[in-house]
């Protein structure tokens, strides 16, 4: 089941980031760079770990390595971008806050904190990366739903209401939620060893699900709409 959910992620997810991807080329990539860099990087580190991915279920010694080795320090890497992505949405988002600065300096000063705390709380040399980075990765992802609902706050004021960001952002609250959920349930079946593999895949089913979701509000809210696109051709 397990190589089963990984090829529908690929076959499901590839073509799904490269819509994206050129959606936000046709011009939302300015006003997103930071999504536009996510999305991109997102594609290449998953066509990286195609192969160790399938790999791993041979479950020789150099395989596991291989796998865990790819997938944790792609998976540091999809971590800063994406608090880098919630950072600018916040940014964008407190334009009419006065000081800006201030605030973002605040969000930026608490984010490093948690992520700090939590890695001294977690950390630990004596057992695998996984192990460790597990419920780390848990508690970076409930840091950034905070964020996230940070930023709906900021963008359900009264006034003029921006629904492009509203829906990019909502599609990162289920993202971060599925996550962070999924992450629990991973952290669950370490625990109980052999006794899990249902809660495992329940795990990775919800991670899964919550990104494939969230690329496809991406790719709906960014695409050019239909009469856009007719203007354009005539």
Known sequence: MEVVLQVSGYVVGLPLELLLIAALVRGPYKRFPFLFLYTLVDFLTSIIEIRPSLN?????????HEWAFIYWVDERIMQTLMFLLVISLIWTAAAYLRPRRTVLAAVI????????????????????????????????NFCAAILDLTL?????????R????????????????????????RNIAQALHSRSPSILFAGNFLIVAA???CLYIWWRSLRPAPGARAIRGQ
Not at 56 to 64: D, F, I, K, N, T
Not at 115 to 126: G, K, V
Request: hydrophobic fraction near 50%; proline fraction near 5%.
């Open 211 to 213: 990104n494939m979701i």
């Open 109 to 140: 000063a608490g984010t490093l904190a948690f992520a700090a705390i939590s890695f001294a709380i977690h950390y630990d040399p004596r057992i695998v990366v996984g192990k460790w980075m597990t419920p780390w990765t848990r508690d970076l």
């Open 162 to 185: 921006d629904y492009c960001l509203l829906m990019v952002s909502g599609a990162l609250g289920i993202r971060f939620t599925g996550q962070a959920i999924g992450e629990s349930l």
């Open 152 to 160: 709906w706050f900021l963008l359900i004021r009264p006034g003029k």
């Open 56 to 64: 791993y279920e041979l479950r020789s010694p150099q395989a596991v």
